[in-house]
């Protein structure tokens, strides 16, 4: 089946979206574009397309990456088509539905997209959504007091040291020898991790979420989302692919897993007239 080129355009110019509105942004999100999807996901599968699961839930465009990590059918769609292409699919669904809105919201906010509410948000660092009705701003409450950025109960504000937030990155994102710091997914941008990029199988070669400010692509592979694989490892920073899924046969470099009608099971037992159940 042939996919019409404007239709590439326009789902790639969507998923360049979802990159700019990337969670782990090194500033918090004060814009987003949220609404409710209810939509039955679909991927290709052994040469045809394969209802996944229905997707019935209030997303926004930032939270995309994290999503298709919970979801079930996004889970399933990665599984047979890759994460660019479920992205790519859950960022038309959000376009499309019904009730889409842009949003803004305040200092020290958190999107959290609700059922008729798709702009709404959570206050972070102890702080508290106002008013409580239709709230608009994030606010430390007497007899809260602000200290290094964050609201809380405190006797006393310490000075002459650096809160978490202040330390200069050189400190503050070091690593022992051999680890490499990277984001972590879900998580804020100032929330890291010390990784072993040489054979971790999610970050595999670097950091599957860069710290770099600048960087909207990872410098790391995930070797788990590649198309078409059943059994992978990360050796010296790089993905080797050990067993393909049915349908699917390994290249020559055991670097990908190419789609063959000759080894998929389901048109293979098409032409005897059976019905293939995969275990």
């Keep these: ?3 019409p080129i404007f239709r590439c355009a326009v789902l790639s110019s969507l998923v360049s979206l979802v990159a700019a509105f990337n969670p782990f942004s090194p500033r918090d999100i004060d814009n987003d574009v949220c609404g409710e999807i209810n939509e039955v996901l679909y991927a290709p599968s052994y ?3 394969v209802s996944c699961g229905t997707i019935n839930a209030c997303i926004c465009l930032s939270t995309i990456p994290t999503f298709i990590l919970t979801n079930s059918a996004a889970i399933t769609g990665t599984a047979l088509a890759g994460k660019d292409y479920v992205t790519s699919e859950i960022t038309t669904m959000l376009y499309r539905c019904g009730n889409l809105k842009q949003c803004t919201y305040p200092p020290r906010s958190v999107p959290q997209c609700q059922y008729n509410n798709p702009c709404s948000f959570t206050c972070k660092d102890g702080y508290t959504p106002s008013p409580s009705n239709h709230p608009t701003q994030c606010v430390c409450k007497s007899p809260y007091k602000v200290c290094n950025g964050i609201c809380g109960n405190y006797g006393a504000c310490p000075t002459g040291s650096y809160s978490k937030r202040d330390v200069p990155n050189a400190k503050r994102r070091s690593c022992p020898t051999g680890l490499k710091p990277c984001g972590i997914l879900g998580r804020s941008a100032k929330s890291w991790e010390c990784i072993d990029t040489q054979s971790d199988l999610e970050s595999c070669g670097g950091c599957a979420v860069p710290l770099l400010q600048g960087l909207s692509n990872p410098d790391g592979e995930d070797c788990t989302a590649i198309t078409g694989v059943s059994d992978v490892s990360c050796v010296s920073g790089q993905c080797n692919i050990h067993r393909c899924m049915p349908g699917y046969k390994l290249d020559a ?10 080894e998929d099971p389901a048109l293979l037992a098409a032409q005897y007239g ?3 159940l995969s275990l």
């Design 274 to 276: 059976l019905d293939y």
């Design 253 to 262: 470099l055991s670097k990908s897993c190419v789609y063959s009608e000759d």
């Design 47 to 49: 040469g045809r397309s």
């Design 1 to 3: 089946m042939r996919v």
